[in-house]
């Protein structure tokens, strides 16, 4: 009887997960049709065997040096792609940003292959990364940044440290479309922030704001890596000790 219910259960458990990849991949197959052709997809395998298999596997199952990248979407791939983070060049707390070994059209590519091997993030829609409309509340984006990103990113977004080795990269200078990506996938160190977390409206809004301190610079000149007081208190201490130390240094040249 022991016997029986465990061979039982392990049919409906079989029978439930098949139905489920089949239903993942039917709606993977769903998004990339609206975005992709067959074509763009065994191209993208292609280049995933040639370039990705030694780390994530054949069939982006997994391997011993890379995770699983079924289900992570087209978005996820169009950032670490896009961005250059991957390929990575070496093993490390997490992959820095460097020039793309890909092009815009072999990224896509890429992208549609994963995306049809599960449903996952999809690349933003171009109305979702527009900060001219007249719409985009960039003081809310403001907000938002300062509650949900400053943390990690500083509050001037020049990044900063966390632990072990990692950090929370520059959003100087980054695409529109990566920052998307970022907070849709949450790549590394970085939590997720879905749609139901911070809608598709407030990440434009965040964007704008980004968008909006990097073409302002620094009107108030040296930005001493953005790190507000406690940078500007140690360059004044550092410089006022040493005009002190030199005043006295002529004064007591000037009495022998």
């Not at 061979?7 to 992709?36: I, K, M």
């Not at 434009?204 to 302002?216: G, S, V």
């Amino acid at each position: 009887m022991g016997l029986a219910l465990l061979l039982l259960g392990l049919l409906v458990t079989g029978g439930l997960y098949s139905v489920a990849s089949t239903v993942n991949q039917a709606q993977a197959a769903t998004q990339v049709t609206a975005a992709a052709s067959a074509d763009d997809i065994t191209e993208g395998e292609k280049l995933f065997n040639a370039n990705c298999a030694s780390c994530h596997g054949m069939g982006a199952a997994g391997g011993p040096s890379g995770p699983s990248l079924i289900g992570v979407g087209a978005a996820s791939v169009d950032f670490q792609v896009g961005t250059g983070r991957m390929p990575m060049q070496m093993n490390g707390p997490q992959a820095p940003a460097k020039p793309n070994q890909f092009n815009e059209e072999q990224t896509a590519q890429l992208a549609a292959y994963v995306a049809s091997l599960g449903a996952g993030p999809a690349i933003p829609e171009d109305e979702y990364l527009d900060i001219n409309r007249e719409d985009v509340d960039i003081t809310r984006g403001g907000d938002l940044f300062r509650i949900n990103c400053a943390m990690c990113h500083n509050a001037a977004a020049a990044g900063g440290a966390l632990t072990r080795g990692k950090y929370a990269p520059s959003l100087q200078g980054v695409e529109e479309k990566h920052i998307y990506e970022a907070m849709e996938t949450g790549p590394q160190n970085m939590p997720v922030f879905s749609d139901s977390n911070i809608k598709p409206e407030d990440k434009r809004d965040i964007i704008a704001y980004l968008k909006t301190i990097e073409n302002q610079g620094s009107p108030g000149g040296l930005t001493l890596g953005s790190l507000g007081p406690v940078s500007e208190g140690l360059f004044i201490w550092t410089a006022g000790l040493a005009l002190i130390i030199g005043f006295m240094v002529w004064l007591t040249s000037r009495s022998s």
